[in-house]
């Protein structure tokens, strides 16, 4: 089995900084891409940035400039540094990874975690 679990959500005041993290374990061969996504009430999960397995990145053009992705492919690890937070990054943030367990090398499945709270208000 794999789990994906995040870790870093709270309570921020707008301008300032959260980090998140979220760490893959498990019968994990490989891992491809991986990302985070979030979802606020009442609208549909959005991609947030992800990062391939060669470090290449892709962000939503309302965190570009403010959101930084990074990965650490040793702890199967990946981070997301979120600067200048504004009230509307407001929302559940959801990680997404791409596996190859060891049990079914054929196959890249996609995994989630269970989702941390970011919550932005003064």
């Known amino acids: 089995q794999v789990q994906l679990v995040e870790s870093g959500g709270g309570l921020a005041q707008p301008g300032r900084s959260l980090r998140l993290s979220c760490a893959a374990s498990?019968?994990?061969?490989?891992?491809?891409?991986m990302g985070w996504y979030r979802q606020a009430p009442g609208k549909q999960r959005e991609l947030v940035a992800d990062?391939?397995?060669?470090?290449?990145?892709n962000y939503a053009d309302s965190v570009k400039g403010r959101f930084t992705i990074s990965r650490d492919r040793a702890k199967n690890t990946v981070y997301l540094q979120m600067n200048s937070l504004k009230p509307e990054d407001t929302a559940v943030y959801y990680c997404?990874?791409?596996?190859?367990?060891?049990?079914?090398?054929?196959?890249?499945?996609?995994?989630w975690g269970q989702g941390t709270q970011v919550t932005v208000s003064s």
């Open positions: 498990g019968s994990i061969f490989s891992i491809n891409t």
């Open positions: 997404k990874a791409l596996i190859t367990t060891a049990e079914s090398m054929a196959y890249i499945r996609m995994y």
């Open positions: 990062i391939t397995n060669g470090g290449s990145t």
